[in-house]
């Protein structure tokens, strides 16, 4: 029910009415709500969006279990929410550019960049955000909100260019608090850019519930009062997300300006690996979400259509597993960077201070670390 | 050679690098179709069209926000904050964004927009319009923040500002927009970042300033003159980074130095450049640093805002004082 008092004076004149529609192809059994779009048709081009999301999981399992073994710093997982990045990176073209968050690692993953490169940033270091991957994709942004400004300004530059490129900034629930988000809407209306908004609603904030994040009845909603294009996707399934995102992104290339999708899914683990849920979640939440998770889903699909079977099954989880572990070899393996690219990436040329400092600096860090190393 | 105001030589340099670089755009409030509320950008819609110059929504954050991710894709932004006042929003994607990307990815992205905004008091302005915020930028590792102080400087900084590789800050003193008037050759010349300018040389007191406190040091320099001190006067010009060489060997040739802005004292880049002398050259001191500043308070309205300002006066009588010493 809407929450928002209904007019006092029915006989005033509707100006404007809106509607939010919500996109669904698998339900948490598996079963077809309605037909597959001509893109995901056949199983052959679902079993890359399963696998992707199995690798996924596979990599957010082990960078939990890294982090417990103080081997990699705080981490956010993406469990439960897989379809998400894997439903927005599928959509992309090569060309199109991505903005993402911190829960979007396996979109970038789909997209070209290392295991090893996104984790990187988690084990300390910039070294990885040079990556092999698509060079116009931008850093995963820690800040919250922020980026969907970047998003716009990034979509204006394909836009100026004249290219059939499209942007997909994916962003929480609760950046749909901030004004940067609200402006970057603002923006893609008024400019009307080619660039797909996603948010992965997964109802929590840290602590914080939907509820007390927001009193909207959607957060699709929010992208109304910017003029642009808006539906909500049930962020579980992985088609569905796929699809409101390659239509919103199709729409950009063709210059028929923004799109807002969100994708509602829900935050099965903690926030990150610094935090413990269980000082502000009912337990019993988690579990009643935790049928609809979206991996089960699509293979319960595969498995009624025989596109799936265990041994298939068996045969992924081990490929999975490799592949995981072949990244996180090569992190680990990688050789320790000087002190000196602290420096060296601040500006095209360093000025005479910042030399100086360098030079001073770099003499000062060798001889902490040599005092350290004596003991 | 036309003599031309500071915020023509503003608009010339605009023109000059558009026409120069297809990827130049400039974008803000009131930017087009009024040419911007000091006509900074006037002519320039006409010229080069809406794709290039463009009139954002109201929201400094966005123009920032925007404009960072329009650098990042290759484009070369030249973004209006209205006045310096309004540039709080902006300093999140200034100092979390901007600053950081070629940080962030190891030179795989790039920044080069370039932010201007018109900055500092003495026009009568509405409160949050006569801001002087140098120190805030000067704190953010990554940013270039310059502020010409004649129109030749605006015309040759400024393009510099715009062909450099990461976020520069350009802040236009707005009391000088018109009362700075000189030669100006717009033949796309441009001046280095990074460095002062030694305005008139003097044997006695270096006297350091930046902005539209240069004007009432210029004034000052010429009354001391009158008095018979052979004053040095520098203007900075770039805040960040600062031309430390040209202040020292000043200061170590007259063994005194004034340091004048009109942003508050605690903590303003006057206190950065009094630190420097005085770790690097102390030894050739005959005198205390003195600092000529805006006080630590809320920047007046207009009624008392030249009693706020540094003015000649309380300028001349630091120069005296520290003749004074030996």
Redesign the interface.
Known sequence: MPNVPTDPAPDLPVVARFEIRRRRYLDENGALMRPLPDSLAAPESITPLYRAMVLARTLDAKCVALNRQSRLGTYATAYGQEAVPIGVASAMRAGD?L?PSYRENAALIWRGVGIDEVLSYYAGS??G???AGP??D??TSI?VG?????????????Q?RGEARAVACVFGDAATSK??VY??F??AG??RLPVVFVITNNRWAISTPLAKQTASETLAQKGLAAGIAVEQADGNDVVAVHEAVRIGLDRGRSGGGATLVEALTYRLADHNTADDARRYRDPAEVRAHEHAEPVGRVRRWLESVQAWSDARQAELEAACSAEVEAGVEKLFGAEPEPPS?IFD????EP????ARQRDAGLRAIAAEREAKRRG | MAEVTLVKAVNLALARAMEEDPDV?VLGQDVGVNGGVFRATEGLLERFGE?RV?D??L?E??I????????????K?VCEIQFAGFIY?AL??LA??ASR??????????CPLVLRTPAGGGIHAPEHHSESIEAFLAHV??L?CVTPSTPERAYGLLLSAIR???PVVFLEPTRLYRLAKGPVEDDGRGLPL?RAFVEREGADVTLVSWGGAMWESRAAADRLEGEGAGVELIDAASI???D??TVLGSVRRTGRLVVVHEAPYTGGFGAEVAARVAERALDRLLAPVERVTGFDTVMPLPKLERDYLPGVERIAAALRRALASD
């Open positions: 550019v903005v910039e070294r955000s040079d990556w060079a116009h931008f850093p800040t922020g980026h969907a400004l970047h998003a716009a300004g990034a979509a204006y530059a394909l100026y004004g940067d402006e970057a603002n923006l008024v400019w690219v990436h601040l500006y095209a000025s005479a201070e910042l | 755009l794709r463009r954002t929504p929201a954050l966005l920032c926000g925007a404009s960072v991710g329009m650098a990042a894709q290759g484009l932004p929003p999140d994607q979390n964004h990307l070629r940080t962030r990815t190891r030179g795989r992205m790039t590792p990554g270039k450099d590789p990461d990074g960040t980074p600062f430390e060489d």
